[in-house]
């Protein structure tokens, strides 16, 4: 079985996010990047998955700049197989990236897609939905426990109210909740063959696909401070400004 | 980091080398990347840990801080014990450049703990170049690896910065020899990390000559090996007590007893009599690795002082008197100190991954009067390295306690841990004074001041392009002219008189560790500059190096002209009074 791992470059969790001057977006340069976690525990778990012989292949895609290739890097010095970089200096939303690696999918004809449930940048939670839907499979989302038998997939979701057991029909697309892993550290040996392994660089304009964005941002703002907090004299003031002022009762 | 390789330590160059060419400068990125994961994530958590717990003593045995175990073994597992160890056994032969960089995180984020890798490391070199290669089979591989730890046995109860009264005895018995005697202050000489320990033990034969002629090195393992390569019997060597310190808690500092019964078997490394030059080869390096812990410390304190900075709040700034109230960043004084812990720990960083350039320039370069001249700079850096860094850390620390206020005194904070764990650093490996001596006995008077001379003019190459940093160009020449005075004056009073050399020393190692920091700091403020004119990219970090710089020049530069005055007409002063006056 092949597994497919979309992992995309995004600010380091790290570092404290700032928001342009212009309010287009927030600021990127000079700041550290690195790979969304929830892409992390996708990758680890795929290498899980080969280790226990389930899986042959893993392949890692990522959509963005050049240097995404670093980010490759990373996966395979954690032990992915081979890259694909469909490079581009254009923002991609969700759809995009569910088109363009659903035309990955159609090439490389993996069984099983596994992503992170969101990018920690603009939190989306929309790309794995899409890809299934795109591609007509089944799809497991949240998931903290994998499990592979009998051609089917038992997965355990993290929904609100607990825990969900479900069974997916194969080929399926897989996205990954914190605690379905704990990623491994890169092995310093594995830098160096991580550098030996293929990467190939397709320009995103070459694969043919609308990738033009259905969504436009309008301004980008830091969240509002919270004011200062008062006091009041009875229950019933209290309660008052609950309904009217808040709104939340 | 990645500047200091890439624009001052010629980082592209080092790994074009002869033997060093599997490596690639993107690669280097991500190698700094993964080590910063397991410096943060696995061993910065344990360091508070490990000076409350610390090393503990039980049943004869040393148990290690909670966590300790599992990191050991994150780190062995992810190769990064090996980083500079040739691959014949298992290493990953990276540069020392590469490596200077990792070891900063490491202990930066745990002293205590970076302290076993880089013993191992010690011991490793030792065996590498001065072991039979039976000996070099049996052992190397699983040093390497880190699979088994190394320890470095000098220090006896009556033999400190003095060697030449080590008394522990070797007698010859067949292909081996039997130890007797005792070592203090052996750093992970006993540990639960690892099945089995090798101790480099110095030690003499009994008819060895007096003095540091008579001294051979030994390997003692803590568990005999089998001819098959298991491990066989416990050794005749045992860990009485652990010391009770400062700092470094975490690290179990040992005194091992060898020989109580039958006497502990050991082996000879390289000859007989030899075992002190043996050493020497290494001291460099060891010395160089605790010029990087003075550095990490500092860096640790810096990078603390400024987070609490940023956040205390505390008064309005200077002039006004009412409105919100400020964090202490923006007081001038806070911003003195923090700009002071910057600058320096910029300066020590040049120095000490230049130190790791001329190493491994020294020992790989084609053009064989590079390798020489690279060597030089080497054996006259040492002590500089160590000395200044050290005692500059130091200081760092302390300043970091500072910054914090009644806060930093509070255990709970962490700032003082800095303060207690810096505190061996300018003793152990040769105390400061020792360096200081080194650097005017061995590196200055010995060659007549060949190498400190060829330095000091590779360091006014610059005095042209200065002129275009303002704060360099009022001090930059006068900083080299008082170094040039007090090396002058040096050679000049050598020959006659062994005590004013002896008396100056301090002050003349401060002086280059002053001057050769500023030297670097403005190679730093050119390269900036230089990138500022090519492009806008990453403008605020380059003109944050030009402004850092500049701060370096006015505040610490101009110290030299102290410094040459204590020198040249305050050397007398030291010896004035009688002993009995005091």
């Not at chain 2, 590079?370 to 500089?384: A, D, F, G």
């Not at chain 2, 001090?475 to 062994?498: E, R």
């Not at chain 2, 970090?541 to 020049?553: H, L, R």
Request: net charge negative; proline share 4%.
């Amino acid at each position: 079985m092949k597994i497919l791992v979309p992992i995309k470059r995004v600010v380091d969790y790290n570092v404290k996010v700032r928001v342009k001057s212009d309010q287009s977006g927030v600021e990127t340069a000079n700041v550290k990047m690195s790979m969304n976690p929830f892409d992390e525990i996708a990758v680890e778990e795929a290498i899980r998955l080969q280790e226990a012989g389930t899986a042959e292949e893993i392949i890692v895609v990522s959509i963005g700049v050049s240097q995404c290739q670093e980010t490759i890097r990373t996966a395979l010095a954690m032990g992915a197989d081979r890259g694909i970089l469909v490079e581009t200096d254009q923002q991609v939303q969700p759809l995009a990236v569910a088109k363009i690696l659903k035309h990955l999918v159609e090439k490389e004809s993996p069984q099983l897609v596994i992503a992170g449930k969101q990018a920690i940048d603009d939190d989306n939670n929309q790309t794995g939905q899409m890809l299934a839907a795109l591609l007509g499979w089944s799809q497991g989302t949240f998931a903290s426990r994998l499990q592979l038998a009998d051609g089917r997939l038992k997965l355990t979701r993290e929904v609100d109210g607990g825990l969900e057991t479900v069974s997916l029909s194969m080929p399926s697309v897989v996205t990954t909740d914190l605690r379905l892993n704990e990623p491994r550290f890169v092995k310093l040996p594995n830098i160096m063959k991580a550098k030996k392994k293929p990467l190939e660089v397709i320009p995103m304009d070459s694969l043919g696909l609308d990738t033009a964005s259905r969504v436009k941002i309008l301004k980008v703002e830091d969240p509002p401070h919270r004011a200062a907090g008062i006091k009041v004299a009875s229950v019933e003031e209290l309660i008052d400004k609950l309904k009217n002022e808040a709104k939340v009762i | 980091m990645e500047f200091v390789l890439n624009e001052l330590c010629d980082l592209e160059n080092i790994l074009a080398l002869p033997g060093l060419q599997e490596m690639t400068p993107d690669l280097v990125g991500a190698v700094l990347e993964e080590a910063g994961k397991v410096a943060s994530d696995v061993l910065a958590p344990l360091n508070r840990q490990g000076d409350i717990q610390g090393a503990r003593f039980i049943d004869g045995t040393v148990v290690t801080p909670d966590g300790w175990k599992n990191a050991y073994l994150n780190f062995i597992e992810g190769g990064w014990n090996s980083i500079t160890f040739s691959e014949d056994y298992g290493g990953q032969n990276l540069p020392y450049l590469v490596a200077t960089a990792v070891q900063e995180m490491w202990h930066a984020s745990n002293m205590a703990f970076g302290l076993c890798p880089m013993l191992t490391q010690s011991a490793v070199e030792a065996l590498f170049l001065h072991g039979s290669e039976e000996l070099k089979k049996t052992y190397l591989a699983k040093m390497v690896s880190g699979e088994w730890t190394g320890t470095m046995n000098l220090t006896e109860p009556q033999a400190g910065s003095d060697l030449s009264a080590v008394s522990t005895r070797a007698e010859p018995e067949g292909d081996h020899y039997r130890l007797h005697g005792q070592k203090i202050y052996i750093t992970y000489g006993d540990h639960d990390l690892t099945e089995n320990i090798i101790h480099m033990v110095l030690a003499r034969t009994p008819d060895a000559p007096d003095g540091v002629k008579g001294i051979s090195l030994f390997l003692v393992p803590k568990f005999l090996i089998k001819q098959d390569g298991s491990i066989g019997e416990r050794n005749d060597v045992r860990c009485v007590s652990i010391e009770h310190k400062l700092g470094i808690h975490g690290s179990p500092t040992c005194v091992l007893s060898y020989g109580d019964n039958e006497g502990a078997i050991g082996y000879l490394v390289g000859e007989e009599n030899r075992g002190l030059a043996h050493m020497f080869v290494m001291m460099n390096l060891a010395r160089h690795a605790v010029g990087v812990e003075g550095l990490g410390i500092a860096e640790r304190a810096y990078q603390q002082a400024v987070i609490y900075a940023k956040e205390r709040i505390q008064g309005r700034p200077a002039g006004v008197k009412s409105g919100d109230r400020i964090s202490i960043i923006h007081h001038a004084d806070v911003r003195r100190m923090l700009m002071s812990m910057k600058c320096e720990v910029e300066a020590m960083r040049a120095m000490v991954y230049l130190w790791a350039s001329a190493f491994d320039q020294s020992a790989r370069h084609p053009d064989r009067t590079e390798r020489q001249w690279q060597q030089q700079m080497v054996e006259l850096l040492t002590p500089i390295v160590k000395g200044w860094c050290t005692e500059t850390g130091n200081k760092i620390a302390y300043l970091g306690v500072q910054v914090h206020g009644g806060m930093g005194f509070i255990e709970e904070t962490g700032a003082a841990q800095h303060m207690r764990d810096a505190r061996i650093t300018t003793i152990y490996e040769g105390t400061t004074g020792i360096q200081a001596g080194d650097l005017v006995g061995r590196k200055l008077l010995r060659d007549g001041g060949a190498a400190a001379n060829l330095m000091t003019a590779k360091m006014r190459e610059i005095e042209p392009s200065v002129q275009s940093l303002p704060e360099f160009q009022k001090v930059y020449s006068k900083a080299l002219d008082d170094l040039a005075q007090a090396t002058g004056w040096l050679l000049q009073v050598g020959t006659t008189n062994p005590q004013l050399p002896a008396a100056a020393s301090f002050s003349y190692l401060e002086l280059w560790g002053v001057a050769v920091g500023g030297w670097l700091m403005a190679r730093s403020a050119l390269a900036a500059q230089a990138k500022l004119t090519q492009s806008h990219a990453e403008a605020d970090f380059y003109s944050a190096k030009i402004k850092t710089a500049s701060y370096y020049a006015a505040h610490v530069l101009p110290t030299t002209a102290a410094l040459r005055h204590r020198i040249i007409d305050g050397s007398d002063e030291v010896m004035a009074l009688a002993v009995e006056d005091f």
